[in-house]
Nanobody, 129 residues
Framework: QVQLVESGGGLVQAGGSLSLSCAVS????????VGWFRQAPGKERECVAA????????YHTDSVRGRFTISRDNAKNTVHLQMNSVKPEDTAVYYC??????????????????????WGQGTQVTVSS
């Protein structure tokens, strides 16, 4: 049984930093990918960053590139999202998601929620101005 549990959300002032973690339990493959999505009220869910489990290939959406960094700790089956220089528009519920059965060598489409098979429960991030 695969489970994803997010932690690290909270309230932070604009310009500050926050680190989110996603603990993944259950079997995961080297070709699997983990993504961090966020959803603000009235907006669509968007992928802010993603990483392929082995090799560490990453994706960051334009609005967070240079501010957010995704990384993984294979030994602990954990994916981190380091959020620096946060802005009020970063306020959202943040979810991690697992694309478990990604075919090795296939075209990677990290931005699309339908690519992901399992989701965490979400953690609230609020950035005050």
């Amino acid at each position: 049984q695969v489970q994803l549990v997010e932690s690290g959300g909270g309230l932070v002032q604009a310009g500050g930093s926050l680190s989110l973690s996603c603990a993944v339990s259950g079997r995961i493959f080297s070709s699997s990918a983990v993504g961090w999505f966020r959803q603000a009220p009235g907006k669509e869910r968007e992928c802010v960053a993603a990483i392929i489990w082995s090799g560490g290939t990453t994706y960051h959406t334009d609005s967070v590139r240079g501010r957010f960094t995704i990384s993984r700790d294979n030994a602990k089956n954990t994916v981190h999202l380091q959020m620096n220089s946060v802005k009020p528009e970063d306020t959202a519920v943040y979810y991690c998601a697992l694309d478990l059965d990604r075919i090795p060598g296939s075209v990677w489409r990290p931005r699309f929620p339908n690519e992901y098979d399992f989701w965490g429960q979400g953690t609230q991030v609020t950035v005050s101005s």
